[in-house]
Structure formats: C-alpha cells, structure tokens
C-alpha cells in the first residue's frame, strides 16, 4: 500500500498530483482542511486542503485471468468455442457425457492488515475532526442565535423611538429635556393628559438655563409626581389596638398569595401575632390555598360565609396583633357576589379594606373594576404582578383619578419575600427610572 499526503488548494488540483504521482488507480482516502504557517497552534496560518490518497502496489487477479485458466494451470476454452451453435442437431438417444466439473475461481488476495493500518488511523483522525467540527457549529450557533436576539432586541428599541418621534404633537413646543421626558412619561403609560400637565407644569417653573441640565429636570417632575400621590407605608397608618384589613378585588390578581405575604411579613418582621380569616363564598380552591399557607407559616385560620360569622372570627383573634382577611375573586360585573360582598364589608371603621389590582390590567378594565368595589369603603389598594409589567404608568393613572393611596406593591409570587411597602419614592422610580439613571 502506497499512501501520500498533499496540501493543495482545492481538490481539483489534488487529483491532478495524485494521477501524475500515483496513476489512476489511486483512491482518495481522506480530506481536511488544516492551517499552516506560524502562531499559537497554527491558528494565524493559511487554510489548505489536506488530501490523502493510496494505491496497491500487489498484483490482484482479475476475474478474467481466473476464469482464463483451469485447475492444472491450462488455457481454458475459448469463449467461442464454448458458445452455443446456432444449428439445430437432432436429439441424440444416447445419454448424454456427464459434464466435467466446473474449475474453482480462485478467491482475491486479501490486503495486509499493516498496510490497513495507516487507514484506520486516517479514518479515525477524520472522525475526531468532525466531532471537533461539530462541536464548534453548535457552539457558533448558539453565540449566533444570542447576538440575534440582542440585535432585534436594539430593532425593536429604535422602532419605539422612531414612532414616538413621529407621534409628537405638534401643537408642544417644549425645550429637548422636556420632550425626551414627557416621551419617557408617555412610554411609561401615564395617560397623555396627565403627562403633558406635568411637563407644562415644569416648563413654567424651571429657568432656561436649568431646563439645559437634564438630570434637575428629571428630579424636578419626580418631586411633581411625588406631591400628586398618596401612599400608606403598608398597614401601619391604622392606628387601632389591633389591625384588621381585608383584602378586596376580581379574580386572578393574587389576593390569597398577597394575604399570606402580609401575614408573614407581620410575624416573622415584626414579630406580630396574626390571624388569618377567609370568605369561602365564592371559590373553595382559595381556602385550601390559604389553608396551606397558614399551615406553612403556623397562624391560626378561619373559614366564614356571612357577616355574623365574620363578626365572630374578628372576635376569637382578639389576642392577636394583626387579622388579615381573604376573599374569593369577585367579577364586578356580578351583581349577585357583588352584592353578598358588600353585605360583609361594607362597614366603615372597624375592618380597612385594601382594593387589590394588576399593574398588567388595562387602565379601562381598572377604571371599571375600582367604581364597581367602589361601593364598599377602600382604604388603600394593592398593586400585583409587577413583575409581569413593563410599563408602571397605569399606577399612577388610577392613583390621579381615584386618589385612592397606594399600601403595597407585590413584584412576584415568593412568600413572604416579593411585597413591599409602596412609598413615593419607590412608585416614581419605577416611572421615571431614577436609580438607574
């Protein structure tokens, strides 16, 4: 066996050295590509093609020399002498000679296991870079399939831009810092009438020369939204011996998880006694969640359906600090639980009823659902699933036009990690972005 290796430029000029150096009978047994030249590992070299080629030197015996001669080495035949006659003899009554045995073909010289054994190890260094080949694509694609995600992700931010900049209203005439906020006010979700009172607000109040520093316009209409709404510091605002708040609001906005989360947080932070009560009016899974809860945290629970049992579980927690109450999702558009709702918690004064609401909730859908629970005393609200949001502007929204104050802002399902007390500062930063600015 006869191998060579060339290092050409394509394969065409392979053949042509192979033929010129092995003849035509060579076969090609491996290609690569491989670098030449100096640096690290070759890695600053050319890129050629390796190519290898072998050729048998030993004679093979081909199938016509085999069938040329018999067992004792003669010529055999001709093969028009053992070709059929085209004449028609006329059948003979003899029997016929039985028929010499045919000559055995004598089987093809193996090849030599040595000279094999440069073939296996180019086949096993062909497999070994494939793998490595492979290997480095599905590493390019990821990396590939990353950068395309950053680079629709910059697209998808310029196109906001631009439509915002050709949705400007002509009839503003604002100084660039002001443009670029009230932009970011209006991208944030805060409704335009409310956005463009605030930067006309500011543009009255701020010199020519502080509108050019736009870091002092900034803070200048943080301090304006600050002044606009309201918050609770949680439930510390009630003055009472013993705190009693219940928790309000349509379904799906994670009343029951927000339940345990103050509760918890008024244990195991405060180091409060807590009770738990819950409404099973309208949705029995509610009770098995909040049973579960309680069982985690160890608080006592109460399970009512109507005022008078409510009135007596208030009064078995008369040892404990704070009571927090659970209520199945109401839909306000249901006259009838609305109704069994308001039979419960319509008493002003002794329980303080905190409106709970998803910061992902349309600012229609909670204009709707804060006048329809508005029938009942509402305290303060609870903003949920901030998490889910991008834009926080509905809360300040719903904050202007109901001047309801804000008490907690939940930002994830974590007991009792993902609540806090909602402050101004906080609600403005999530507006504004004013820690990351």
């Known amino acids: 066996m006869n191998l060579k290796r060339y290092r050409v430029t394509n394969i065409q000029e392979a053949l042509q050295l192979i033929k010129r150096d092995l003849g035509p009978e060579a076969i090609i047994v491996s290609t690569r590509q491989v670098k030449e030249g100096k640096g690290t590992f070759g890695l600053f070299g050319k890129t050629v093609l390796e190519v290898t080629a072998a050729r ?8 016509s020399s085999a069938l040329g001669r018999n067992l004792n080495g003669q010529p055999s035949l001709d093969v028009e002498e053992i070709a059929p006659s085209t ?33 296996r190890q180019e086949l096993q260094g062909l497999r070994e870079v494939v793998e490595e080949l492979s290997n480095r694509t599905s590493a390019f694609e990821e990396f590939s399939n ?72 900034k803070i ?74 309680a069982k985690i945290i160890n608080v006592p629970l109460r399970i009512v359906s109507d005022r008078q049992e409510m009135d007596k579980a208030v009064e078995s927690f008369s040892d404990c600090d704070v009571v927090v109450i659970d209520t199945g999702g109401c839909s306000q558009r249901d006259e009838g639980q609305m109704f069994e709702l308001r039979e419960i918690f ?71 990690e993902d609540i806090e007390m909602a402050t101004k500062e906080r609600m403005v930063d999530l507006l504004l972005n004013i820690s990351g600015s």
């Open 220 to 293: 200048f209409l943080a301090r304006m939204l600050m002044k606009i709404i309201r918050t609770t510091e949680g439930i510390e605002y009630i003055t009472a011996p013993q705190k009693v708040v219940a928790l309000i609001g349509p379904t799906g906005v994670g009343k029951t998880t927000t339940a345990a989360k103050i509760a918890s947080d008024q244990m195991l932070k405060r180091k409060r006694r807590v009770g738990l009560i819950t409404v099973d009016t309208f949705r029995i899974a509610a009770v098995e969640q909040l049973r579960t809860y």
């Open 56 to 63: 048998d030197d030993k004679p093979k015996a081909t199938l």
């Open 146 to 217: 990353n950068q395309l995600r950053h680079e629709l992700g910059e697209m998808r931010h310029m196109l906001h831009l631009m439509a915002s900049r050709s949705s400007l209203p002509d009839d503003l005439d604002l100084p660039e810092n002001l443009m670029m906020l009230y932009q970011q006010l209006k991208f944030g979700g805060l409704e335009d009438k409310f956005s463009r009172r605030l930067v006309l607000e500011a543009q009255k109040n701020i010199s020519d020369e502080d509108l050019q520093n736009f870091s002092y316009v």
């Open 346 to 416: 319509d008493e002003r004064g002794r329980i303080h009823n905190l409106l709970v609401l998803s910061s992902t909730t349309k600012d229609n859908d909670l204009n709707e659902i804060t006048r329809k629970f508005g029938v009942m005393p509402i305290d303060g609200v609870i903003f949920t699933k901030l998490d889910e949001s991008a834009s926080y502007g509905t809360i300040f929204n719903h904050a202007i036009r109901f001047k309801k104050p804000v008490s907690f802002l939940s930002t994830g399902q974590k007991v009792p």
């Open 87 to 119: 004449e028609v003899e006329e059948p003979s009554l003899r029997s016929p000679s039985p028929l010499p045995p045919s000559p055995a073909v004598a089987p093809l010289p193996s090849l030599d296991s040595r000279a094999l054994q440069p073939i």
